[in-house]
């Protein structure tokens, strides 16, 4: 290797490294932190300590773990699901039916990308108060569902979907529902896979719009919580720390199960 | 089998018309091929047939019963396409007896559907297997045993072999030919290929801007085309055109010069009143009948631009004159070099004569 070329490989490498460092450091420092108790993370202990089981029965006495992880996982599968069912229906029919106003209906959903959610919270929150939706999760739920991402995301993997397939399947006797339950989703279940894990990470680290609408100890998601431990007056930080541990599980989960389909999905379901 | 009928179909999207008026009878059992270039409109009015496209006017009918407003499953017809359209998810005998099993049939039968349709395709050994692990030719084979098992009264090809390499191509012509022999049911076949449509079919149906521009056997549409693009069409090397002007008429008969090279006239028998002396003329010869020099009614120079030898035959790609190039076929001629001059004769007995507008004159 010339001299060039291995200060060129030299510095991707450093490159590389870092950018791994950097993404993996706060992940390593909250697992270390977790073992060492709050007076040791704020005088900046690196080392791993003894405290780990002490912040655990710390956590586990200060939070009702069940009924939190209930409430996230139940809001974060339960948003996931209707997000994807709505987003794949609007995302086929974007794609697969002709009609002048389509390009206009669509362009108007994608503008909607562009509008910031510190702009709808107040109107979202006036809504929801004047449906009797407060502090309930359906109320975290509804603005989520029809997402432009997903649609965008569905509708654009949509077109590597043949439409000789929608063809054969409507020579062979299905219905247009037939087709998509029967056909399409079978065919784009990558995109699917893909899909599930972006809106599932999403709604599970949800955290603005259920601070806002969720008012009660009883309806609180997990990211509530270890940012209510966070606020405290004197925050316990090793019992943050295995909070945020536990919060961060279930999405390493759904990944890390999901994640050579979701690989294939991003590239692109149809092959 | 059923026969099928098109009476004065038409599709438009919007305001452009793309299929305009056609007429077409299809009879029971019948191999119809329909060719034409891109565009011309020979997809959209199968996919009419099908029932995949909405017919805007006129009527269709199969086995006598009105279609226009059918479901496509309910036709009783099969198709299979360019791309196969198996479904990629399921098994080869998934992908044949699924129309079957969501039609509601018993599982025995569409097993004893599906095995016999494996076996006339040799499938038998591929059931189990899903399509990506299928070659192209393979694919094509479930495709059309997938049409095979819901025992349709019209097959619908949709360019079933343009996916596929030249070698495979011929193959499947092969097959798909003896499989109409056996089945002997009606069969409505779109391709761009006229080698396809000289082959396999009974009749040809030339389409043009969704014209139907010419109908017949093959060999009626080589030895008879009705114009100068059902002329070029159908035939490979496409025919040769060269312009001419009426120099007399006289006893049935019509004495026609070449532009290029005036000196040059043929004599043609000619029925048709409608030709005047001095009207413009085209002169169509097809490339293989052109004679050695000596061997014809009149005789043609030309500058030689290239010869291919293909071993058993030579295309010679030459120049009347500027504008009016000319490919002859040549059994003999080996050593023949760019740039030579050349003299070959023409027949009348193998000269087609168009009027001014491409239409043939008799």
Known sequence: MNAPRFFSTALQYVFLATAAFLSIFPFIWMVISSTNTSIDIISGRTGIGEAFATNVANFFTQVDVPLVFWNSTKVAVLATLLTIVVSSLAGYGFEMFRSK???????????????????????????????????????????????????????????AFQTELRDAAKVDGLKEWQIFL????????????????IVFMTNWNNYLWPLIVLQSNETK???????????????????????????TLPTLLVFFVMQRQFVQGMLGSVK | MAEVRLTDIRKRFGALEIIKGVDLSIEAGEFVVFVGPSGCGKSTLL??????????????????????????????IAMVFQSYALYPHMTVRENMGFALKFAGMAREEIDSRVNDAARIL????????????????????????????RNPLVFLFDEPLSNLDAELRVHMRVE?????????????????????????????????????????????????????????FIGSPRMNFLKGRVA?????????????????????????????TGDAVTLGIRPEHFFAQGMGDAELAVEVDVAEHLGNTSYVYAHVSDSERIIIEHGDVRKIASRETLTIGIAASRSFLFDDEGNRIR
């Not at chain 1, 390009?103 to 107040?122: E, G, K, N, Q």
């Not at chain 2, 499938?123 to 095979?148: F, H, T, Y």
């Not at chain 2, 798909?176 to 290929?193: C, F, G, M, P, R």
């Open chain 1, 101 to 159: 106003a389509r390009d206009r209906i669509y362009a108007l959903v994608l503008l909607t990308l562009m509008v910031p959610f510190a702009a709808l919270m107040i109107p979202l929150f006036m809504m929801m108060a004047k449906s009797g939706l407060i502090n309930t999760h359906i109320a975290i739920m509804l603005p989520t569902i029809a997402s432009a991402f997903i649609i965008f995301y569905f509708r654009q993997s949509t077109k």
């Open chain 1, 182 to 197: 029967y056909i399409y989703v079978p065919v784009m279940r990558s995109t699917y896979a893909a899909a599930f894990v």
């Open chain 1, 221 to 247: 998601t997990i990211t509530l919580v270890v940012s209510s431990l966070a606020s405290a007056y004197y925050p316990d930080y090793g019992v943050v720390m295995i909070g945020t541990i536990l919060a």
């Open chain 2, 47 to 76: 996919r009419m047939i099908a029932g995949l496209e909405d017919i805007s006017s006129g009527e269709l009918t199969i086995g006598g019963a009105v279609m226009n407003d059918v479901d496509p499953s309910k036709r009783g």
């Open chain 2, 122 to 149: 040799e499938l038998e050994p591929l059931l189990d297997r899903k399509p990506k692990a299928l070659s192209g030719g393979q694919r094509q084979r479930v495709a059309i045993g997938r049409a095979i098992v």
């Open chain 2, 176 to 232: 798909i030919a003896k499989l109409h022999k056996e089945l002997k049911s009606t069969v409505i076949y779109v391709t761009h290929d006229q080698v396809e449509a000289m082959t396999l079919a009974d009749k040809i149906v030339v389409l043009r801007s969704g014209i139907v521009e010419q109908v017949g056997a093959p060999l009626e549409l080589y030895d008879d085309p009705a114009n100068t693009f059902v002329a070029g």
């Open chain 2, 248 to 276: 007399t008429i006289a006893d049935g008969h019509v004495t026609v010069a070449l532009t290029s090279q005036p000196e040059v006239a043929l004599t043609l028998p000619i029925a048709s009143t409608s030709v005047t």
